[in-house]
């Protein structure tokens, strides 16, 4: 399996941004997928995950009622709507997934990574 996260950017605080993550090279049917963030100088922070053929959405705190995932399975991509960004959501946002079927906040749990899109949110 392999991803490709795109559609960050610079953009103002209160903008909406929309990332995507096309997924390429393996069967996508039982497992887990999420997204990540990691800002200058901090460790890489769970942002949300699902499991790719549907269920429950989590989210963390911090960007819970702003973003939403979505996926469409008939293009193999996950997408992470990002709504009312601040500057503290500056950071380069990757998308992973992992061979677990439940979805889950740890970045080690996660073996595939796609190179990451930087994010940019201006005061």
């Known amino acids: 399996v392999q991803l490709q996260a795109s559609g960050g950017g610079l953009v103002q605080a209160g903008d909406s941004l929309k990332l995507s993550c096309a997924a390429s090279?393996?069967?996508?049917?039982?497992?887990?997928v999420g997204w990540f963030r990691q800002a200058p100088g901090k460790e890489r922070e769970f942002v949300s995950a699902s499991r790719w053929n549907g269920g429950v959405v989590y989210y963390s705190e911090s960007v819970k009622g702003r973003f939403t995932f979505s996926r469409d399975n008939a293009k193999n991509t996950m997408y992470l709507q990002m709504n009312s960004l601040k500057p503290e959501d500056t950071a380069v946002y990757y998308c992973?997934?992992?061979?677990?079927?439940?979805?889950?906040?740890?970045?080690?749990?996660?073996?595939?990574w796609g190179l990451g899109t930087l994010v940019t949110v201006s005061s």
């Open positions: 992973a997934a992992s061979s677990m079927s439940v979805p889950t906040t740890t970045p080690l749990m996660y073996e595939v």
């Open positions: 090279g393996g069967t996508f049917s039982n497992i887990a």
